[in-house]
């Protein structure tokens, strides 16, 4: 019999050991490392890997292991993480647990704050363990790998499974979309059905760990509203002959923050307010000409709420965050007597699909469109500052005016995700929950509060991207989604470890929980779900 807690552990600190920083060419290293590990682990294993696109560099790695029937559990996580650079004079130690940990403790001598001070105490403490990935989340992928061990060895077991590590999470989730479309040829080729998704992604949890022992049995969906906000420039020695691009994209920044109708509380749980994200003008440089163009972009989470809703409910705040301006500035042009500022035209909103089909019609903006996106995209750029850029060139394109707003997405967007009412997902729910109840100390919750790779593998609504599609200028050129069958459409939880301060230099792994817990957690799930 396999001994489970010492699997994990080993798989966590060879992985984690072995870097791969979300961009770097560590990154596109890991898959094929990895999947050399598993071929001498797994001798009776089917290992493969495929790229995440023609010609990039990364690849998904997956691990066929073959019991009875066709019937098949997918564990999947990712094997990307965020730079070691926070570490500062330790970043050597950052991927090395044990010779991190006496350092961290030696830095955190001198705590100052909170956060510090708990670390302090967990890594005395011993049930903590430190490490750029280890928490997100390699442990997560050790625990799978431990179990899988545990399936190999055994006699023809129900059912089969496979093992699917994937890069990119940390930026577009690259490797996930590619795994979910690559699933159906998979399954064709292999004789595989997939009843099932254990997701390993790691929780966070600042308390006693109760928030952290959790299975999730959907995940929340997130989009990235933006506003590019056309002004008329003037000089600032008479801003009242023009309106200001960035004062009317500030009072939609300030009417926006934590806004109750771009909060989705249709869950059991509490939805997350929207936040600022991103903010600037048009500007190449320092002048006393106001700005002509500003941008801003936002997280917006939703678990039951669709990105149709959540575009209009944008629009609506946009409307009246730029309105309320205008009256405000038009109250103190006649305080101060301002020739002409108690005349201020009405701003116009319009979407992004509107403004692209305006642009058409004056001449072929595609071409120009795409070539922009792709040039700033090899530099390097994000999507959503690429997106600024080309709604900047639509705008200009179309001959349009301003004052206005023009709303969109500028990124990739997540669906949120919830089991169904089909019998495999009725059967996960079922297996799930046996589960914890038999660990005892294990809660079932309605969703995962993080944006996750689930949003790709589990059962979602597709025909929501539609309006998302038609409102990111970056849709056909960078994000490239399929125009269907990109999303798995299997039934899909998360069943990760927990820690605390994940993407800082205080990242640590809830010791116990990763590599005791968690595999005969999936080991359990497993086999409610194979038989």
Request: contains cysteine.
């Amino acid at each position: 019999m396999v001994d489970l807690a010492t699997r994990a552990r080993h798989w966590a600190l060879i992985l984690t050991a072995r870097p791969s920083v979300t961009g770097t060419a560590d990154e596109a290293a890991f898959g094929p490392w990895l999947a050399q590990e598993l071929r001498q682990t797994f001798a009776a294993a089917e290992v493969w890997t495929f790229p995440v696109a023609p010609g990039d560099a990364r690849h998904c790695v997956a691990m066929l292991l073959r019991g009875t029937g066709p019937a098949t559990v997918i564990l999947t996580g990712h094997y990307d993480t965020v730079t070691t650079a926070d570490y500062g004079d330790l970043a050597p130690l950052a991927t090395q647990p044990a010779a991190l940990t006496p350092a961290l403790i030696a830095r955190l001598e001198h705590a100052t704050t909170p956060a510090e001070h708990l670390a302090l105490h967990d890594l005395t403490s011993g049930t903590f363990l430190p490490g750029r990935g280890l928490l997100d989340m390699k442990a997560g992928l050790a625990a799978a790998l431990a179990l899988a061990e545990d399936f190999a060895a055994q006699q023809a077991p129900s059912g089969n499974l496979l093992f699917l590590a994937v890069p990119d999470e940390e930026a577009s989730s690259a490797g996930a979309r590619a795994a979910a479309v690559a699933l159906p040829g998979i399954a064709a080729q292999r004789g595989l059905t997939f009843v099932a998704v254990l997701n390993l992604d790691a929780i966070a949890d600042t308390g006693d760990g109760s928030a952290g022992r959790a299975i999730a049995l959907g995940t929340v969906g997130k989009v990235l509203p933006m506003a590019f906000v056309a002004g008329v420039a003037t000089h600032s020695g008479f801003p009242f002959n023009g309106v200001n691009a960035a004062v009317l994209l500030a009072a939609i920044c300030a009417r926006m923050e934590w806004a109750p109708e771009l909060t989705d509380d249709t869950a059991a749980q509490p939805g997350t307010p929207p936040s600022l994200l991103s903010m600037r003008d048009g500007k190449a440089g320092y002048d006393v000409t106001t700005p002509a163009t500003a941008f801003a972009a936002w997280n917006v989470l939703f678990h039951r709420r669709p990105p149709q809703d959540i575009l209009l409910a944008f629009e609506g705040l946009c409307h009246s965050a730029t309105r309320d301006c205008l009256t405000a500035l038009q109250d103190r042009a006649k305080l101060q007597r301002l020739p002409g500022g108690d005349a201020l035209p009405a701003v116009q909103v319009h979407r992004y699909a509107a403004v692209l089909q305006a642009a058409r019609q004056r001449g072929d903006v595609d071409t120009r469109l795409a070539t922009l996106a792709t040039t700033l995209h090899a530099a390097g750029q994000s999507l959503p500052d690429i997106s600024a850029r080309v709604m900047d060139l639509v705008w200009h394109a179309s001959g349009l005016s301003g004052p206005a707003v023009v709303v969109g997405f500028g990124s990739v967007p997540y669906l949120a995700t919830h089991l169904s009412t089909l019998p495999a997902a009725h059967r996960l729910d079922q297996a799930v929950r046996q589960a914890a109840a038999a660990a005892g100390n294990v809660d079932v919750t309605a969703y995962f509060a993080g944006i996750s790779d689930m949003s790709f593998f589990g059962e979602a609504d597709e025909a929501a991207l539609a309006p998302v599609a038609a409102n990111s200028p970056v849709w056909d050129a960078l994000i490239r989604w399929p125009q269907a069958g990109a999303l798995a459409q299997v039934p899909t939880v998360n069943i990760g470890p927990w820690g605390r301060d994940y993407h800082t230099p205080l990242e640590r792994l809830h010791v116990d929980h990763a590599f005791t817990l968690l595999p005969r957690l999936l080991r359990d799930v497993v086999v409610g779900v194979l038989g």
